[in-house]
């Protein structure tokens, strides 16, 4: 398995930004900016330990902010660790509950999309 990480690709120019979309790398463009304090341009991505290097050797800063797979692991483990458990995130993140009025729901009591609505 490839490990894959969260990143955010640091360069100076415009034209260097551009020329990422080019690249074959999972940027998302939308969120890219221009730090005001350096004149930066930051572009996040998710990026493979190859193409971090590929993109360093070509003269680009990455930052390297967490491991991708480590990250959705946990997250997933904290949103929805058992089937039956409330999200517990919606709840309490979302909606400001207290944890002590998050109530599990009963497991039969939930249904998916491959129950049958008539057997």
């Given amino acids: 398995m490839v490990a894959v990480y969260t990143v955010t690709i640091l360069t100076d120019s415009l034209e ?6 080019g690249m074959g790398l999972d940027l998302h463009e939308r969120a890219a900016r ?11 991505g998710v990026l493979t330990d190859e193409q971090i290097a ?3 050797s070509a ?12 990250w959705a692991v946990e997250r997933s483990a904290e949103v ?8 517990r995130y919606v709840y309490e993140q979302l909606l400001g509950w207290p944890p ?19 057997s």
């Fill in 16 to 21: 260097r930004v551009t020329a990422l979309r």
């Fill in 34 to 44: 221009r730090r005001p304090d350096t004149g930066d341009y930051a572009v996040p």
């Fill in 54 to 56: 590929r993109l360093r």
């Fill in 59 to 70: 003269g680009y800063r990455v930052d390297v902010l967490e491991d991708a797979e480590r």
């Fill in 80 to 87: 929805a660790p058992d089937l039956g458990e409330h999200n």
């Fill in 100 to 118: 002590e009025d998050v109530e599990p729901v009963v497991e039969c009591a939930i249904g998916t999309a491959f129950d049958r609505a008539d």
